[in-house]
């Protein structure tokens, strides 16, 4: 069993949402309600615990000169988005239970039967994946298709996606695919084509990759996304500073007066 | 319609320009000249400056009305227990440590509550002591719960039984179990600040070093308060209001004076006002009733430390909803973890720009 990731390339994605239906009929999800949101063609708006694949629809102006549109003209990029199945992932170091897990194949995964819906891992996640399912009570996130996994199939979504603009592999293998993508896009003239996992920052890396055209914050990739466990040094040395004062406070407080008090009476 | 391409406009002339950009795109994989424009076509742009349509990045906190309370009764009782054991180390008279231990015990078992009905699951709540975790405050959290309200139900009860039998054992036990639950009290008090600052939330995680300190004194504040309501007059209790109520102004003088866009959600819309209400009836206001009942008669102070508790109390209460509002606005800030300035021109209402057209 190998480390498994996702490269989603939006330069091919085409923006057919058979990844979105894969999963849904794949998890057994149930269905989000019709409701049109007025943003392009993307009436499902985000990730969420009954959404684990979600089709961005950007419509965006690109460089001028490329790929023969006119500054002035939108481009229509569309990508996949997903769980990233952070390498330092803040739902799993949130959780009070042990239920977010991580899997052999580098995955993180939530198990249905332990979480108890205390929803801290919602305000943990830098990328608004998770959420808790307000009628069933726990938590839900896409759960990189384990159950497939372990029986060496492809996570559903990669396997529907009719583009290979979902890939799915070993993840040093994708990095250099995504790398070989990128040349190859450049020389063609997509030179705004960038590759994003978040390396860089404390998330320390994605099982969910992009190749994405432009800005990031376009696809609601935020730049510098953070594990909020990077807080905790801080916090706890208030924390502790606060215990001290009020330990002295009170201890002073009960010491001090007492002469005065006696004084007085 | 297609754009003008030629001068005079003619067919002959969109055809040969076709072929030019044809040439064009196989020669050099690029081409220079302008497309076709579709006129009046719903295509709303998207920017460095729009995000991805406007749509917030993060999820807002899920909790329910019970965590707030919870947030200031665990701060009363994780203080209570503090001046119980404090004062009953330093010899004060003997209801103001029962009353303490009695606010202690009934304060833990009332969060105990709070939090599992809070629960996705109620039902699973033991779930929460399946592991410990140094790195989740939620874990630790639990785990001082369960302590504290361990320690804190064994010192009341032990008081009570002392009012029957005072024999050794309960001695001892009520001597053990009152400084265990000082010793749990302490974090317990002030570690809801530590649970929200270490979030994606930015406001919380922003103020990740206030608001330990925060809390920590606002339940000081509100345990103080508590215990005078209840009839109880040794002047340190007015002292330790006095410094927590200090203590609280310099807190809220720190964010005010923050003036990072970050820190919005504490001033403006609704988050702002029941932050701003709860920040002055915990700091100044108690601050300045407290000073000025140490310099009064007797009976005119104590109707001023009365009114100095009920401030405390209902600023506690009302800075804990304040906060936890700020959350919900500050993950509604969808430009904040995308890192998109603010536009100069206007407040917050300025919405991504709409398709110019729509059929």
């Known amino acids: 069993m190998s480390v498994t990731a996702f490269l989603t390339d939006s330069t091919l994605c085409i923006g057919c949402k058979a990844c979105e239906v894969a999963c849904k009929e794949w998890n057994q999800l149930e269905e989000d309600g019709l409701q049109w949101t007025g943003n392009s063609y993307d009436n499902t708006g985000a990730l969420g615990h009954s959404t684990w694949r979600h089709v961005k629809f950007v419509e965006r102006t690109p460089a001028p000169g490329k790929g023969g549109n006119a500054p002035d003209l939108a481009s229509w990029t569309f990508s996949s988005d997903v769980c990233k199945h952070c390498e330092v992932a803040g739902c799993l170091e949130a959780c009070p239970t042990g239920s977010i897990v991580r899997t052999e194949f580098g995955g993180v995964f939530v198990q249905p039967d332990v979480c108890n819906g205390c929803s801290y891992c919602v305000t943990a996640c830098p990328f608004g994946v998770i959420q808790k399912n307000e009628e069933d009570g726990r938590a839900f996130k896409c759960t990189f298709c384990y159950d497939r996994q372990l029986e060496g199939l492809i996570p559903a979504c990669a396997k529907a996606c009719p583009t290979e603009s979902i890939k799915f592999g070993e993840i040093e293998a994708l990095k250099i695919v995504a790398e070989e993508r990128m040349q190859e896009l450049r020389s063609r003239g997509m030179r705004d084509v960038r590759f994003y996992d978040a390396s860089n920052t404390s998330v320390g890396g994605t099982h969910a990759m992009f190749l994405v055209r432009g800005d990031e914050e376009q696809y609601n990739l935020p730049p510098h996304p953070e594990v909020p466990t990077k807080y905790l040094k801080d916090s706890w040395q208030s924390s502790a500073f606060a215990a001290g004062l009020m330990l002295a406070g009170a201890v002073a407080a009960f010491l001090w007066p007492e002469k005065k008090n006696g004084a007085r009476t | 319609m297609a754009r003008e391409l030629e001068p005079d406009g003619s067919r002959a002339g969109i055809e040969r320009l076709l072929s030019q950009i044809?040439?064009?795109?196989?020669?050099?994989?690029?081409?220079?000249?302008?497309?076709?424009?579709?006129?009046?076509?719903?295509?709303?742009?998207?920017?460095?400056?729009?995000?991805?349509?406007?749509?917030?990045?993060?999820?807002?906190?899920?909790?329910?009305?019970?965590?707030?309370?919870?947030?200031?009764?665990?701060?009363?009782?994780?203080?209570?227990?503090?001046?119980?054991?404090?004062?009953?180390?330093?010899?004060?008279?003997?209801?103001?440590?029962?009353?303490?231990?009695?606010?202690?015990?009934?304060?833990?078992?009332?969060?105990?509550?709070?939090?599992?009905?809070?629960?996705?699951?109620?039902?699973?709540?033991?779930?929460?002591?399946?592991?410990?975790?140094?790195?989740?405050?939620?874990?630790?959290?639990?785990?001082?719960?369960?302590?504290?309200?361990?320690?804190?139900?064994?010192?009341?009860?032990?008081?009570?039984?002392?009012?029957?039998?005072?024999?050794?054992?309960?001695?001892?036990?009520?001597?053990?179990?009152?400084?265990?639950?000082?010793?749990?009290?302490?974090?317990?008090?002030?570690?809801?600040?530590?649970?929200?600052?270490?979030?994606?939330?930015?406001?919380?995680?922003?103020?990740?070093?206030?608001?330990?300190?925060?809390?920590?004194?606002?339940?000081?504040?509100?345990?103080?308060?508590?215990?005078?309501?209840?009839?109880?007059?040794?002047p340190a209790l007015n002292h330790l209001g006095l410094g927590a109520a200090a203590v609280e102004t310099y807190i809220s003088v720190r964010t005010e004076t923050r003036h990072a866009r970050v820190a919005a959600p504490l001033k403006r819309g609704a988050s702002g006002w029941v932050t701003r209400a709860g920040a002055l009836l915990s700091g100044p206001v108690p601050l300045a009733l407290r000073a000025s009942a140490c310099f009064t008669s007797r009976p005119r102070s104590r109707s001023l430390r009365k009114w100095a508790a009920l401030s405390g109390i209902a600023g506690s209460l009302l800075s804990r909803h304040g906060w936890m509002q700020a959350g919900h606005a500050s993950a509604k800030d969808w430009r904040l973890p995308l890192e998109i300035a603010q536009p100069a021109r206007s407040a917050q209402t300025v919405a991504p720009p709409s398709p110019p057209v729509r059929a």
Not at chain 2, 159 to 181: F, H, K, P, Y
Not at chain 2, 216 to 227: H, I, K, T
Request: net charge positive; proline share 5%; hydrophobic share 45%.
């Open chain 2, 22 to 234: 044809r040439e064009q795109a196989r020669s050099a994989g690029s081409v220079e000249g302008k497309g076709v424009a579709v006129q009046g076509a719903p295509f709303p742009h998207a920017s460095p400056e729009t995000g991805y349509c406007g749509l917030p990045l993060l999820k807002q906190p899920q909790w329910g009305w019970e965590i707030p309370i919870y947030f200031f009764v665990g701060g009363a009782a994780g203080a209570a227990a503090v001046v119980g054991a404090a004062a009953n180390w330093a010899g004060a008279d003997r209801k103001l440590v029962r009353d303490a231990r009695l606010i202690a015990a009934s304060g833990s078992v009332i969060s105990g509550a709070l939090l599992v009905a809070d629960l996705g699951k109620p039902e699973k709540f033991l779930n929460m002591l399946r592991v410990f975790k140094w790195r989740s405050p939620m874990s630790m959290g639990a785990w001082v719960l369960a302590a504290f309200g361990a320690s804190s139900g064994a010192a009341a009860f032990a008081q009570l039984l002392r009012g029957r039998t005072d024999s050794d054992v309960v001695r001892a036990i009520e001597n053990v179990s009152g400084v265990s639950s000082a010793l749990f009290g302490l974090p317990f008090s002030n570690y809801t600040g530590v649970l929200i600052g270490s979030t994606v939330i930015p406001v919380w995680n922003h103020f990740a070093k206030e608001l330990p300190i925060h809390f920590g004194m606002s339940g000081l504040n509100s345990a103080v308060g508590l215990l005078e309501l209840s009839g109880n007059t040794s």
